[in-house]
């Protein structure tokens, strides 16, 4: 059972790394030229745009990896 919390955990930590690498890089290269930028996009976007879809459009920011980022840390802790 250990086990299992453990791993759980190790992919919640490698998911909440991936929404951060995508929030640093698109201050970076917000065009996603890169094609590290582009492999963070795909990887993370099936959880940021379900998020996206349900909160209200604010301009420029979006505030889609943050909620993520705060749930995943809640969910973190939580095992």
Known sequence: MAAVLTLVQLLL??????????????WIDPGGR????RRLVW?????????????PA?????????VV???LGFLWRAF
């Open 13 to 26: 930590i490698a998911v909440w790394l991936l929404v951060l690498g995508r929030v640093l890089v698109s």
């Open 43 to 55: 990887a993370t976007e099936p959880l940021l745009s379900p998020v996206r879809s349900l909160l």
């Open 58 to 66: 604010t301009g420029a920011i979006d505030w889609s990896s943050f």
């Open 34 to 37: 890169n094609q590290v930028s």
């Open 69 to 71: 980022l705060i749930v």
